[in-house]
Structures are given as structure tokens and as C-alpha cells.
């Protein structure tokens, strides 16, 4: 069965350092997002992709945060200066359509640990 | 944004138990989605539904789009159901807003 893949599944990296975090959504899927859950909360979306451009992002999505389709298969996450409180568990998803009724699947997670 | 309200927060039950997760959400949907957190931390969908009732073996899932409502029952849970519930709406056509999610224990 098709999944979602990230990697890595573990980074760890000190404060100010760049980050990128890598996902390879299902291949005939063409909308993907990024979601994270800092330890002991909720989900939270941070943005969602089509096109090759961001169709929407939250308020947590800022300067700091850039996503990438560099290739047909590859999604990318970067964080350009790490703070302590981007430590968190970061998921892809990617869903075939848009739309509410869309399910979306999601990988396995990297958890980002910031020191 | 769509709020979403889960209940309970925590459940602890014996192997064998009927099991009732409740979600509410503020804004009118068209669909909701139930998702599973496992203890390692992935997320797997469970269920997507607009409308009535869905079910995919011991999972029952309903909804009530007039009352802004959803459930979810696990019939004779088993320790392996262990994990955290989370009911998630959207609010955009492109997001999920998700819940906080109801930690789930069954034990032996």
C-alpha cells in the first residue's frame, strides 16, 4: 500500500542551525502539507502546498519556515534558524484532491529536536 | 477557525469494554475525519465521514452534521486500541484543525 516516507526520523541540531526535513508524498497525490505537535499538544497545521506554491499557511508559518518541491517526488521543510521552541514532532500528509472531504495520509514523523 | 472540543480528555478501561469518544466542532463541515496516534507518535486515519455512520470492524464512527457532533466506539476494546483518538475538522479547504485528543488506555 502506498504511505507517506519522512526523513529523518530523528534530527537533532543546535539553535541558529538550519534544518531541512524531508517527505516524499504518495505519488499520484497532488496537494501535501506540514503539521506539527509539540510534545504534549495538539496538532497544528503549518501549511499546505499545490502547484508548486503555498496555498495557505498559518500564523506559525513565518519568515523562518520555507517548503520546497525541489523534485517530482520530494517535499521539503526547511527552518532557516532553529529556536529551542521549534522542537516538536513534524508530520507530512498529502491527500489526492482538495477539499473537505479529502482524506489525507500521514507519514511517519521527524521529531526535531532543538538544543 | 473551527473549534474542536473532544471528551474525555483520558480513558481508562478494561479489555472487553464498550468505548465512547465524543467530538464537537463550532463551524458547520461537510466531512470530519478520526485519526489514531500510536504511542511512537504516527498518525493513521481511521475514518472520514460526512454523514450517518461508518464502521470498520470493532470501529463505529458517527456523526450528526445538524448538531455539530461526532462519536467514536471501539466495541470489545482490546489493550492493543491503547493509543490517543483525535477527531479533526477542517477549516479551510486545505487544513485540518485537529482536537486534543483522548488518551486511551485498555487494560488486560
Known amino acids: 500500500e502506498p504511505e507517506v516516507t519522512q526523513t529523518p526520523s530523528h534530527q537533532v541540531t543546535q539553535m541558529g542551525q538550519e534544518v531541512i526535513l524531508r517527505c516524499v508524498p504518495i505519488s499520484n497525490h497532488l496537494y501535501f502539507y506540514w503539521y506539527r505537535q509539540i510534545l504534549g499538544q495538539k496538532v497544528e497545521f503549518l501549511v499546505s502546498f499545490y502547484n508548486n506554491e503555498i496555498s495557505e499557511k498559518s500564523e506559525i508559518f513565518d519568515d523562518q519556515f520555507s517548503v520546497e518541491r525541489p523534485d517530482g517526488s520530494n517535499f521539503t521543510l526547511k527552518i532557516r534558524s532553529t529556536k529551542l521552541e521549534d522542537s516538536a514532532m513534524y508530520f507530512c500528509?498529502?491527500?489526492?484532491?482538495w477539499g473537505e472531504g479529502d482524506e489525507q495520509f500521514f507519514g511517519p514523523g521527524t521529531r526535531l529536536t532543538v538544543l | 477557525k473551527n473549534e474542536v472540543e473532544q471528551s474525555p480528555q483520558n480513558l481508562t478501561a478494561q479489555e472487553g469494554e464498550f468505548i465512547t469518544i465524543n467530538c464537537s466542532y463550532s463551524?458547520?463541515?461537510?466531512?470530519l475525519h478520526w485519526l489514531q496516534q500510536h504511542p511512537g507518535g504516527g498518525i493513521v486515519s481511521l475514518f472520514m465521514l460526512s454523514s450517518g455512520k461508518k464502521k470498520h470492524g470493532r470501529l463505529i464512527a458517527t456523526i450528526n452534521i445538524q448538531e455539530k457532533h461526532s462519536s467514536l466506539h471501539i466495541t470489545a476494546s482490546h489493550p492493543r486500541d491503547s493509543a490517543v483518538y483525535i477527531c479533526?475538522?477542517?477549516?479551510?479547504?486545505?487544513?485540518?484543525?485537529f482536537g486534543k485528543g483522548t488518551s486511551l488506555l485498555v487494560t488486560p
Open positions: 500528509a498529502s491527500s489526492e484532491a
Open positions: 479533526a475538522v477542517p477549516h479551510s479547504g486545505y487544513a485540518l484543525n
Open positions: 463551524v458547520g463541515i461537510s466531512a
